[in-house]
């Protein structure tokens, strides 16, 4: 009897291990990263939420146009229906103040001896639109918060929105707070990033099927 209890402990322990240790191997929290060290602006400037290993193939991808956005105007087709992507990294940073530190998101790492607040949203992050109207988008890649995008002037592509651009880098409103965000390439700037489509994303349309049983004579 004793060497019976002795195995059903044995085995309840051997699971308990096993359930715990797939817990605990599970790394995704979702599509916005922690920081990176950034000695290599062109590092981690690609993102495919299936697999870490797959590249991306760009070719797929379109620039969202004012005409793409006509289009799907015109076919009845709703843009919230449609999978977002931007063709960049963004950096998001802000500095806080040490002695009332708050972070609601991104990670908190000392550049120069500041503490700054980083939120970092890789190259092909999936986002949704919610809110549309003629003057832009309101896209976002995480729940609670969003960019505006806006047609880029004299250009087929809509950019993100913001105030006081300098140097490529331009302020905006996120997560409550204001951050400058800047590209995640060398030299880029943010002017230059921009809202991309699959085609096949946007070409699927609901498909209702209905299929005939056919009448017989009463006889």
Known sequence: MSRLLTGIVLIGVSLLTSCSGGKSSSSSKGYLKSSTPQNNPAANNSYSPLSNSSSI???QYVAFSRELQMKLMAY???VKRVQFYIDQKLILTRALDSA????ASGSVRFINGKLINEIIIPAYTPGIVESAD???LRVSFENGNSFYFVPAEGE??????GN???NGTVEIPYDKNIYRASAGVTNGSVADVKLVVKLTDVTKSDKKT????GRKLGL
């Open 164 to 166: 006081n651009w300098d």
């Open 210 to 213: 209905r299929t005939l049983q």
């Open 100 to 103: 009332k530190a708050e972070v």
């Open 76 to 78: 009845n087709v709703d």
């Open 156 to 161: 087929d592509k809509f950019v993100v929105a």
């Open 134 to 136: 003629l003057n832009g």
């Open 57 to 59: 193939d760009k070719s």
